[in-house]
């Protein structure tokens, strides 16, 4: 029998949860044969809440799941965990950006930063999905100095997936034939989901959809498309996330295929002249859990300017919590 795998999850009995928990307690990260115990982190008065979920990820009797740790502290919960989802802050409502959550949900961040030092294992994979995200992340790492910056990355493949079913849609394609979109930037309405380096059925994206229908249809749509759902759910996507958390997780752990690669929210080590500490969403691949920007794409002005408006706007972001960092 192999030793169980320690997996934490802050807001364990928020709506994202709810979808997330399920699919890792069915095996989704390791598969059938290695066994995992949840750590689940709530603020105290969701405790209650969280008991309820307790019971049904039990009632579900996975084989895989050997243990559960219910708790309020960030101590408790982060105490040798190899794999961390960091999704307990506030959503957005209507008519907000993400970026009006950075006074609520900052702190969270640093909080559990610091824990994440004090406690985690050394290796542990930190990915951060409470909104704003990218500068959610930069908190966590700079509050955790003992842990490596490659320990943390941003959820920006939600809008990976995003892209890559608006494109299959578009080609009447199947989303599986859709490979190398790609999301620049912050998790935001200034990301640029990038289709230049796309491929259909091994075909150039762009010979087979309108450069307009790129610019003004495709661009539009995937960075509004978190406000769209929240207009027509009157909640914030949920289990799409929670999809993209195990994603992304996955990619990471396991790798990204020969000639694929996927979008994360890392730390700009200065490629394509991005400014260096910011958390930014770049393509990259993964060999053997490292994570590596993939280098030396062609980009034109137009993507240059798009992708520079969300530095921007990532540089002003980390400029309102410096006191933070
Ligand atoms: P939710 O309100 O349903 O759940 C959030 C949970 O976090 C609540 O149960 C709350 O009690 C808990 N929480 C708050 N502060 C906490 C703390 N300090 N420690 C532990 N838990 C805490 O929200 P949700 O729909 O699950 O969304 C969670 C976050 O994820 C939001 O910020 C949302 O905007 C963000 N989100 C990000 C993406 C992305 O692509 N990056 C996608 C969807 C949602
Ligand atoms: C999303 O993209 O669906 C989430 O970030 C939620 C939001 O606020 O849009």
Redesign the pocket.
Known sequence: MKSPIHIAV????????YSLLFRLAAGALFGPDQPIILHL???T??LP?LEGVVMELKDCVNPVLHGIVVT?D?KVAFKDTDYVFL??????GPGME?ND?LEV?AH?FS??GRALNEVASRDVKVL????P?NTNALIALKNAPNLKPENFS??????HNRAINQLAEKCGVLSADVKNVIIWGN?STTQFPDITHAKVKDQEALSLVEKSWFINDFIPTIQQR?AVVIKARG????AS?AK?AVDQMSNWVKGTKAGEWVSMGVLSDGSYGITEDLMFSFPVTVTDGKVSIVKGLIIDEFSRERMRLSELELKEEKATIMHLI
């Open positions: 802050s807001g364990a009995a928020g709506q994202i949860s982190l709530e603020i008065p969701a809440a309020d960030p999704v307990g802050a506030r959503p957005r993400r959550l949900n969270i909080t559990q951060v999905t409470g909104n995200a941003a959820m920006s493949r939600l809008d998790h978190g909640l914030s996507s949920a996330a993209a």
